[in-house]
């Protein structure tokens, strides 16, 4: 039997958390935004009166379809019988060697053998057919909305093509998500919840965010960074700050109906105090001239994965530029109402954004 230890990914191994702090197994068109690839994902609900960016105009998608198919990678893996199995199975899918396994040697002879021997594991069988059991709502929860998300990029992006769509179970082996223009690899293993017998290794914090609940808001996420423009001689925190801002509301634009928490990343009852504290969190990142302060470590400590951020106050969530970020972003499109999202997304000058958003801190009339 397979001990849940060796079932466990090792914090150091984290992708999908890696969006705002780790490292995420992205394709490098992807990485080029994520300054040191930092992120993720993520979030509780945020259903706050008062407290909600968006208020935009639900676009229509009557004429707009797309096709999307997403493979069942889980099936066919487990139904491999022999190591010969798994290797026309890896050969039948060669993208899976070469980008969903980053901790294995890219070669089909290194990693056929050692993927036979894990599908072979009682402990893991079981748990594929757990997480299969979990996910059976697979077409309400990923999708029906990741099909709408499609829809809504088209809508802003006519000559947006459907990337290939695929899951799979590895036990916490693979990745958790690969998200490229062409290629999305989703790992339901990581996502499956905590009514699951196994889970990432992470830390209680950043656990809570591996639910499937999250999995369209964070593909959004990465999907942006094709559209979102950075100046790359502008290495300030602000820079970093309106980056996220904008990648936030180009989900909120894709993902309408999504919660503001599945977007951000903090509990509901930390986005609550968040939102009446901006005035005070404001104060101490003008008065310590955080704005355009270009230094990792300070900017890390603003921007990166943590679970509170101590400069400030114990009560102030960790990655509180990143809310700072879409709260600037999303008064700029409110001061600026002709401004669409792919003008937005097309514009790098943060500064600009920051100065004509007049955003100081205030509280939503």
Not at 17 to 33: D, H, K, Q
Request: aromatic share 14%; charged share 25%.
């Amino acid at each position: 039997m397979l001990s849940s230890d060796k079932l466990l990914m090792k914090p150091s191994d984290c992708n999908f958390l890696a969006t705002f702090a780790c490292l995420i197994n992205v394709s490098p068109e992807t990485e080029r935004m994520y300054l040191q690839r930092i992120f993720f994902f993520l979030s509780l609900t945020f259903a706050l009166t008062g407290c909600d960016f968006f208020s935009d105009e639900s676009p229509d998608l009557s004429g707009i379809q797309v096709e999307l198919d997403i493979v069942s990678l889980e099936e066919p893996l487990f139904a491999c019988q022999s190591l010969e199995d798994v290797q026309q199975f890896l050969q039948k899918h060669p993208y899976l060697g070469k980008v969903y396994f980053p901790d294995v040697a890219q070669s089909g002879a290194a990693l056929a053998p050692l993927l036979y021997e894990h599908i072979r594991n009682n402990a893991l069988q079981g748990f594929s057919k757990e997480v299969d059991s979990l996910f059976s709502d697979r077409k309400k929860v990923l999708e029906e909305p990741l099909e709408d998300a499609f829809r809504h990029i088209k809508y802003y992006y006519p000559d947006f093509k459907v990337p290939k769509v695929a899951t799979i179970v590895t036990g916490f082996m693979g990745s958790d998500l690969y998200v490229s223009d062409s290629l999305i690899i989703i790992g339901l293993d990581y996502f499956v919840g905590p009514q699951a017998t196994y889970r990432p290794n992470v830390y209680d914090y950043q656990l809570r965010r591996y639910q499937k609940e999250y999995l369209v808001s964070s593909i959004l996420f990465f999907l942006s960074d094709k559209y979102n423009r950075m100046d790359p001689q502008d290495n300030t925190l602000l820079a970093d700050m309106i980056g996220y801002g904008k990648a936030f509301e180009f989900v909120k634009h894709c993902a309408p109906e999504t919660p503001d928490s599945l977007i951000l990343g903090f509990s509901e009852q930390d986005l609550r105090r968040t939102y009446n504290s901006q005035t005070q969190i404001w104060a101490f990142v003008v008065e310590n001239r955080l704005l355009y302060e270009n230094t990792d470590l300070t900017k890390q400590k603003y921007v990166g994965e943590r679970p509170f951020t101590p400069e400030i106050g114990p009560d102030v969530p960790g990655g509180i530029g990143r809310w700072l970020g879409w709260r600037i972003v999303n008064r700029y499109m409110t001061e600026n109402p002709e401004v669409t999202l792919p003008e937005l997304m097309r514009n790098p000058n943060a500064r600009q954004i920051f100065e004509q958003s007049g955003y100081k801190g205030q509280i939503d009339d």
